[in-house]
């Protein structure tokens, strides 16, 4: 068996108020070419498909067609399942229907305990959940009440609902996990998550990786880099297209799918690169470099997004920073400036809620110009201070 294994698709994000839509389109067609050419025999989408619980209609069309081109045209099954930022029961709409066109999509953990079942395979699905959920879920299977209070942590809840899918398992069959967490390798080791949804897991405990041992392959979803997993056999696809300017600052780290092959003997995972349409680059520079021909000429301006820091920077001495910029670089999702009078500021500026408003701006000034108000200037702050009172 072959399984294209992705992950965080988050479709209808953003980034800075741009919209992602395209890029993510972009990156589709690549994994449903990728998925023809190997030849799969289903594509796994380890959740956070959408970026939130109440997707716009732009989203929803366009996951829509995705689904579509995938199960309905091209007859592969989808395995996927709800991640934190999906709306689990909305998500969930459709599903009875869908699973008769081999369109499996698990939201709920009480739906985690039947795997699909293949003549090799048991591939068990279990979407992202809170301690909550597992502690509902028991208490309606009959536990009583004093017992699910006993689970506290994600740990507890994982270990529970882990054990009681083993029960199911097939021991003529290889058993594969499909599931949405930030699992560390072990219980010393500490990774960095780049995911920024990681403290809504809940409990102080950390899931680790010797937890899933009995699964003889993982595919997860939750961290958005494939450099997050844990183990050769707990894996993280990572998303196929960067969301924010600090992804794109790790050099050489392309995003991408795994094919994954199940054999009697051996699993084994195979990356295959996706290639950003508007790709997002990271320029930290002076402003006599940024401006320059030669500079900028070797930068793909036609064909990138770019986030700017503009290095030593006077910003007293130039105008219309951002137009001047986005002039030459096309979109620029993200501008900051290291000032030239950064030092300064650091001595001056003191503990800011012991200033008045207008002595908050003086400083900001000071600290952006290297100069003081003019008069006019202190003038008309304060009449807007003035104003902002009188409409309180
Ligand atoms: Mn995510």
Same mark, same amino acid.
């Given at each position: 068996?072959?399984?294209?294994?992705?992950?965080?698709?988050?479709?209808?994000?953003?980034?800075?108020?741009? &919209?992602?839509?395209?890029?993510? !389109?972009?990156?589709?067609? $690549? =994994?449903?070419?990728?998925?023809?050419?190997?030849?799969?025999?289903?594509?796994?989408?380890?959740?956070?498909?959408?970026?939130?619980?109440?997707?716009?209609? *732009?989203?929803?069309?366009?996951?829509?067609?995705?689904?579509?081109?995938?199960?309905?045209?091209?007859?592969?099954?989808?395995?996927?399942?709800?991640?934190?930022?999906?709306?689990?029961?909305?998500?969930?709409?459709?599903?009875?229907?869908?699973?008769?066109?081999?369109?499996?999509?698990?939201?709920?953990?009480?739906?985690?305990?039947?795997? =699909?079942?293949?003549?090799?395979?048991?591939?068990?699905?279990?979407?992202?959940?809170?301690?909550?959920?597992?502690?509902?879920?028991?208490? $309606?299977?009959?536990?009583?009440?004093? *017992?699910?209070?006993?689970?506290? &942590?994600?740990?507890?809840? #994982?270990? %529970?609902?882990?054990?009681? #899918?083993?029960?199911?398992?097939?021991?003529?069959?290889?058993? %594969?996990?499909?599931?949405?967490?930030?699992?560390?390798?072990?219980?010393?080791?500490?990774?960095?998550?780049? &995911?920024?949804?990681?403290?809504?897991?809940?409990?102080?405990?950390?899931?680790?990786? *010797?937890?899933?041992?009995?699964?003889?392959?993982?595919?997860?979803?939750?961290?958005?880099?494939?450099?997050?997993?844990?183990?050769?056999?707990?894996?993280?696809?990572?998303?196929?297209?960067?969301?924010?300017?600090?992804?794109?600052?790790?050099?050489?780290?392309?995003?991408?799918?795994?094919?994954?092959?199940?054999?009697?003997?051996?699993?084994?995972?195979?990356?295959?690169?996706?290639?950003?349409?508007?790709?997002?680059?990271?320029?930290?520079?002076?402003?006599?470099?940024?401006?320059?021909?030669?500079?900028?000429?070797?930068?793909?301006?036609?064909?990138?997004?770019?986030? =700017?820091?503009? !290095?030593?920077?006077?910003?007293?001495?130039?105008?219309?920073?951002?137009?001047?910029?986005?002039?030459?670089?096309?979109?620029?999702?993200?501008?900051?400036?290291?000032?030239?009078?950064?030092?300064?500021?650091?001595?001056?500026?003191?503990?800011?809620?012991?200033? &008045?408003?207008?002595?908050?701006? *003086?400083?900001?000034?000071?600290?952006?110009?290297?100069?003081?108000?003019? !008069?006019?200037?202190?003038?008309?702050?304060? !009449?807007?201070?003035?104003? %902002?009172?009188?409409?309180?």
């Amino acid at each position: 068996m072959k399984l294209l294994h992705t992950a965080d698709w988050h479709i209808g994000r953003t980034l800075n108020g741009y &919209s992602l839509l395209d890029e993510q !389109k972009a990156a589709f067609q $690549q =994994i449903l070419n990728i998925a023809l050419e190997e030849h799969v025999d289903g594509i796994v989408i380890a959740g956070d498909i959408y970026d939130r619980a109440i997707p716009n209609v *732009d989203a929803v069309t366009t996951l829509n067609e995705m689904f579509k081109e995938i199960n309905i045209e091209h007859h592969l099954p989808i395995y996927a399942i709800s991640g934190n930022h999906d709306g689990a029961k909305r998500l969930n709409y459709g599903r009875d229907w869908m699973e008769y066109n081999n369109f499996h999509l698990n939201t709920l953990v009480s739906e985690a305990f039947k795997p =699909i079942e293949t003549t090799e395979v048991q591939i068990f699905m279990l979407p992202f959940f809170d301690p909550m959920d597992v502690r509902a879920y028991y208490h $309606q299977q009959g536990v009583s009440e004093e *017992d699910t209070q006993k689970i506290h &942590s994600i740990v507890d809840a #994982m270990n %529970l609902v882990l054990t009681d #899918m083993q029960k199911n398992f097939d021991p003529n069959k290889k058993h %594969l996990l499909i599931t949405h967490f930030a699992v560390t390798p072990n219980k010393e080791d500490k990774i960095e998550l780049t &995911s920024e949804t990681t403290s809504t897991v809940g409990g102080l405990a950390t899931l680790t990786a *010797d937890q899933f041992q009995m699964f003889d392959y993982v595919m997860m979803g939750h961290i958005h880099t494939r450099f997050a997993s844990p183990s050769e056999t707990i894996r993280y696809s990572g998303s196929p297209v960067k969301f924010n300017v600090k992804e794109a600052r790790i050099k050489n780290k392309g995003k991408g799918v795994d094919i994954v092959e199940i054999n009697n003997d051996k699993i084994t995972h195979t990356f295959k690169e996706i290639k950003p349409q508007t790709d997002l680059i990271v320029l930290e520079e002076d402003w006599d470099t940024l401006t320059d021909p030669t500079f900028y000429k070797q930068q793909p301006i036609d064909n990138a997004w770019f986030a =700017i820091t503009v !290095k030593n920077f006077d910003r007293s001495k130039h105008i219309n920073v951002r137009a001047q910029l986005q002039e030459i670089y096309g979109t620029v999702v993200e501008l900051d400036y290291e000032n030239i009078y950064q030092d300064k500021q650091d001595q001056t500026v003191q503990n800011i809620s012991e200033l &008045s408003p207008d002595e908050t701006v *003086d400083q900001f000034f000071h600290s952006i110009t290297g100069n003081d108000l003019s !008069k006019t200037q202190k003038q008309i702050v304060d !009449k807007i201070f003035v104003d %902002l009172r009188k409409e309180k």
